[in-house]
């Protein structure tokens, strides 16, 4: 079956943080474990979804990129065309 560095599903839904009344893991925790083969800790995974939303403000620069794309413009161009419009901005 599915495996996450070595883990099966069942146990990472078993370790990984949830939500308050949730079953299974968090998704920030999923990645948190894909990127650094480390269990999250709550706060770990609070950590990085304030990070996550911190960081999701797409600039108003690629939206008008894409705006002015032609309709017919394949979907994984515009992807390709927006991550490097986004390059400027990283840091």
């Given at each position: 079956g599915i495996r996450y560095r070595g883990r099966t599903l069942q146990e990472c839904m078993k370790?990984?943080?949830k939500a308050p009344g949730g079953k299974v893991g968090l998704p920030e925790a999923s990645f948190w474990?894909?990127?650094t083969?480390?269990?999250?800790?709550?706060?770990?995974?609070?950590?990085?979804s304030?990070?996550?939303?911190r960081r999701s403000t797409v600039p108003q620069q690629v939206l008008q990129l894409i705006d002015g794309l032609p309709k017919d413009t394949h979907p994984m161009t515009q992807l390709a065309m927006a991550?490097?419009?986004l390059q400027p901005g990283s840091s």
């Open positions: 370790e990984l943080p474990l894909l990127l083969n480390e269990m999250p800790s709550e706060a770990d995974t609070k950590a990085l304030e990070e996550l939303h991550l490097l419009a």
